[in-house]
């Protein structure tokens, strides 16, 4: 079974007659007369009676007509929504990214491509990991990732920002060091993300390369547990500044002694099919560039 076939079964079911029907499809009487009579052999039932006064549907023809139509209707809309992707139109862009990014670069990032492509949905998968992205994208339930920098060679990145990690001091440190020396830093009791997280794998190197022997009093999963319990005086804390706001009044910032950042970055899977809406959020990001961003310490 063929489209032209169930538009042969229609355009005969429409006008009555054969050599109307060609006159409406521009095709030869023969063609549609063959396209029906092939038809009717694969189903194993007539659709047509034929007579000179030209061709009425079967009680089985009846039934099959209607679902033709149904089949091309549903045709003409899948090409009408690939028609909408393709000019920018309709369709969506659908992006997985982790709280930081969500919180304090899509948002901006998002307002301006709506303004520019208002019939353009936009959908933000949330993951708690970063290294979820990837996956995600792999699985097709994503377009377009934010994670951190370098990723594996399937994915095509673009640099987008650096967040340096910074040390968090409770409002009632009476005097901050300035500039904080990995000594005094060790001194002190330190709130942590655990070292087990894929994200926090370089941040641990660095400081067994610079001060190996720091005091971590607790380490914590949740970057605004860690943030209440600076708040609170039990420690001092270490987060990249996106994850750490928004800040609460009174805490205080100051850079590691060697400072460290991590990079963020925006994938895609580099031999997907992108709709060109995806292309288009992707080249607002670049134009944006929000990698000039600054992140301010202090």
Known sequence: MNLSQLRAIVAVAEVGNFSEAALLLRLTQSTVSHSIASLEEELGVPLFVRGRHGATLTPAGERISHYAREVLRLIDLMQREAQSQRSLKGGQVRIAAFRSVATHVLPAALAQFHSQFPEVA??????????????????????????????????????????????????????????????????????????????????????????????????????????????????????????????????????????????????????????????????LLKQTNPANVSVTVG
């Open 122 to 283: 936009t959908t933000i998968v949330e993951c708690g990991v970063h290294t979820d992205i990837e996956q995600i994208l792999r699985d097709g339930r994503a377009d377009i990732g934010f994670t951190y920098l370098p990723t594996s060679d399937e994915f095509e990145a673009w640099e987008i920002l650096r967040d340096e990690y910074v040390v968090l001091f409770p409002p009632s440190t009476q005097t901050i060091p300035h500039p904080l020396t990995w000594e005094e830093l060790a001194n002190l009791p330190l709130i942590l993300p655990p070292e087990d997280q894929p994200c926090e794998i370089e941040l641990y190197k660095h400081f067994d390369t610079f001060a190996p022997s720091l005091n971590i009093a607790h380490k914590i999963n949740q970057d605004s547990t860690i943030v209440s319990m600076v708040m609170q005086g039990l420690g001092v804390g270490i987060l990249p500044l996106l994850a750490a706001e928004p800040l609460p009044s009174g805490i205080h910032v100051e850079s590691l002694p060697v400072p460290f950042e991590r990079v963020i970055g925006v994938i895609v899977l580099a031999n997907a099919l992108h709709v060109p809406a995806v292309f288009a959020f992707l080249e």
